[in-house]
């Protein structure tokens, strides 16, 4: 039985800078890691310490892992300066990814915040590749400006899918923009679905999911078809540490991902 605190080496095989202050790295392990999406791994550096990351790659593609990470801390500003062909760790993967058998045959709301569509990515990546499965794969995402808008090439490529709608929002515009201004909840509007039968899916700050999900209820979407990726406070990543409890749950075990209904009587979900 495999080691569950055994990382194993990876080497950096790729950096992209996406915005000013949020790097995806490419790692390609030496052994094959295989996640589902919406699970997280631990990234780190020997000697100097390890976090939880969900991957934004394509789960079906087994060679290699890329995740997506804001400078925010004293371990991501190490990771900032990372250079090509430095060897990290990963292990993993963990906790409980998004139930896709679950979304078959139903309307897919996909609403992202900021560094939140990275784990967004994944699944986007993983019902594009089946997309005769589900009805429409609505998808909306929202940053502070332009400039922090991650993917760029990429969102133009998922509006090109025949069954994809895709609507950005910035909160504050430049020259350049051309398209809606205001938070992500002003364009959860006109959705192009049928409540009854659909699903949303919510990933982003804790501010931005609080209201996310009181507009989706407001909208009629029931508890139980809202999924939240609460990754917050997540540190072990084997629910030994308590650092990430929820109640009676611990989130790197029993999530990272909950339907609302399991969590929606929770004191102080948002932090």
Not at 135 to 154: M, S, V, W
């Amino acid at each position: 039985m495999k080691n569950p605190y055994q990382p194993i080496e990876a080497i950096i095989e790729d950096i992209i800078l996406e915005t000013p202050n949020i790097k995806t790295f490419v790692l390609r392990p030496k052994e094959y890691i295989e996640f589902q999406t919406g699970q997280f791994v631990e990234f780190g550096l020997a000697g100097v310490g390890e976090a939880p990351f969900t991957p934004s790659s394509n789960p079906n593609v087994k060679e290699k892992i890329e995740l997506t990470i804001m400078k925010v801390g004293r371990l991501t500003n190490k990771l900032h300066i990372l250079e090509k062909g430095t060897i990290a760790t990963l292990r993993g993967p963990y906790g409980k990814g998004y139930p896709l058998d679950e979304f078959k045959g139903k309307d897919i709301l996909i609403v992202g915040g900021g560094v939140g569509l990275a784990p967004l990515r994944s699944l986007i990546y993983a019902l594009l590749a089946h997309p005769q499965d589900y009805k429409n794969i609505i998808i909306r995402y929202g940053a502070r400006t332009p400039q922090d808008l991650l993917y760029k090439k990429e969102i133009l490529a998922w509006s090109n899918f025949k069954n994809v709608n895709l609507v950005t929002t910035v909160d504050t515009a430049d020259n350049s923009w051309k398209g809606n201004v205001g938070v992500v909840t002003t364009i959860l509007k006109d959705l192009p679905l049928n409540i009854k039968n659909a699903v949303a899916i919510v990933c982003g700050p804790p501010i931005m999911m609080k209201f996310t999900t009181l507009k989706l209820l407001e909208l009629r979407f029931s508890p139980e078809s809202i999924y939240l990726s609460m990754e917050r406070n997540m540190s072990c990543g084997l629910g030994k540490c308590g650092h990430c409890r929820i109640g009676k749950y611990y989130v790197c075990r029993d999530g990272p991902v909950f339907r609302y209904e399991e969590i929606m009587n929770i004191a102080d979900i948002w932090g």
